[in-house]
């Protein structure tokens, strides 16, 4: 760190010092004002104790961090953070083995807890908050759900199957993705598809099952709405009717379950020969190795674990909860319908857990132009899959090489940059 940077960071700590009675919760999460005072008056305002909630940018937050980790002692008692901030600042934390009962007890889905662990033995952090992608339907679909068939456990061949009869019985194609210029097919591509058919995003990328994966899609996208490419949230062509069976991210579908509640369900993506694939983004709780007072920090972690602060957590920040909860009447309907499906995903017994890209830093963008090229020359230019993988591949391993990312989950850890078979 530059020299100047640490004085920064220094001074920030003496300014942000507080009364030793005071346990310091210091998070990159629910920074704006709305959301940081409703974490104080709402969430924190039930704990037996003092807590002072102190939302910071990643830069002060990482630098603060350092400056505790150099000196004599500590004054920080809980951190709050993204999955993808612990991995850089591992040394700093204490373990949190003790607190896997309490997890267990919660609910927290065994893939979370594995997260936490950060690739190692201990854990490292308790899976906190939770936001992430699901599935939508019109209630009109369900008369059409092949036979047989869960919507709560569908299959990608299921999933096809409903697109045929659908169309079959309104001459329309009543499946929709958000594939338009600001929509999220990369991350459709990258958590669901290619984990739920090869468990794995970045080494399997051309195999065998990823062919599979691409050709089933093509089917898929041929019962689509063409408006698809045209879609940046599928809110509005489930509201309008355009569109009855949807893929996105839970805020960019929020609008038509507040609005027309009685006619929409959620549910979770569907599974592949591998699982079930989906993409969570995981917020953790963590206790520096310097705490203050770690038995005062895991007790704080205990309170923001159990299902009514949760609640609370939920309609302060959004992110759902991570422990099995009872969602009460008064929440928003978008939140009562959303919960059950984010919370069904999650504990699936085949579900699969794909992150957000890690280690990319600014090659991010061109890490997802990867995946959404090989969408477009494959299902929406009917492009031979082998070529087109082929091509992909060797920009994703030239991009891996450049960036030194090592691999994250679904794929195994690695040492160096992720391999591309």
């Known amino acids: ?49 003092e ?8 830069g002060p937050f990482f630098a603060r961090i350092e400056a505790e980790q150099k000196a004599d002692k500590g004054s920080l008692a809980l951190l709050g953070a993204l999955h993808g901030d612990y991995p850089p600042i591992e040394t700093a934390l204490d373990n949190v083995n003790d607190l896997i009962p309490t997890l267990q007890a919660a609910g927290v889905s065994p893939g979370y807890i594995k997260l936490g662990k950060l690739g190692g033995e201990d854990q490292m952090y308790v899976p906190w908050m939770q936001a992430t992608y699901i599935m939508a339907a019109n209630k009109k679909a369900l008369e059409h759900l092949p036979e047989g068939a869960d919507v709560q456990a569908l299959t990608y061949d299921q999933l096809l199957q409903w697109g045929q009869n659908m169309q079959q019985a309104t001459g329309e194609a009543k499946l929709g ?30 195999s065998d099952a990823a062919k599979q994966m691409w050709a089933t899609f093509r089917d898929i996208w041929q019962v689509s709405n063409p408006r698809s490419t045209a879609y940046n949230f599928m809110q509005e062509p489930l509201l309008t009717g355009e569109v009855w069976v949807a893929f996105d991210h839970t805020a960019r579908l929020k609008d038509a379950f507040d609005k027309q509640p009685d006619d929409f369900i959620a ?3 569907p599974a592949g020969p591998a ?3 989906y993409m969570p983004v995981v917020a953790g709780l963590a206790i520096p190795a310097k705490a203050v007072d770690r038995a005062e920090s895991a007790r704080l972690i205990k309170y923001l674990m159990e299902p009514q602060t949760q609640i609370a957590t939920l309609r302060a920040t959004s992110f759902f909860p991570t422990v099995k909860v009872d969602f009460p009447d008064d929440l928003p309907k978008s939140v009562q319908i959303s919960g059950t499906a984010v919370a069904a995903q999650a504990n699936s017994p085949d579900a699969i857990l794909s992150l957000l890209p890690i280690g990319l830093g600014d090659k991010s963008g061109l890490f997802s132009k990867i995946y959404q090229d090989s969408f477009q020359q494959i299902v929406l230019r009917n492009a031979d899959i082998d070529s087109i993988l082929d091509r992909q591949a060797s920009q994703l391993e030239r991009l891996m090489q450049e960036a ?3 691999c994250w989950s679904p794929d195994l850890p690695s040492t160096g940059a992720c391999p591309v078979k």
């Open 51 to 58: 807590v002072q909630f102190l939302p910071q940018e990643d």
């Open 1 to 49: 760190m530059h020299k100047k940077t640490l004085t920064l960071a220094l001074a920030g700590l003496l300014s942000c010092s507080v009364a030793a009675a005071d346990t310091v919760f210091f998070s990159t999460q629910a920074r704006p004002l709305e959301e940081a005072q409703a974490m104080r008056d709402k969430v924190l305002k039930g704990f037996d104790g």
């Open 404 to 406: 030194g990312a090592p």
């Open 177 to 206: 993705f958000p594939a338009g210029p600001k929509g999220l097919i990369h991350r459709f591509l990258q958590g669901y598809l290619y984990p739920s058919f090869t468990n794995s995003v970045v080494t399997e990328f051309r």
């Open 275 to 277: 699982g079930r694939g």
């Open 267 to 269: 549910f979770p993506a």
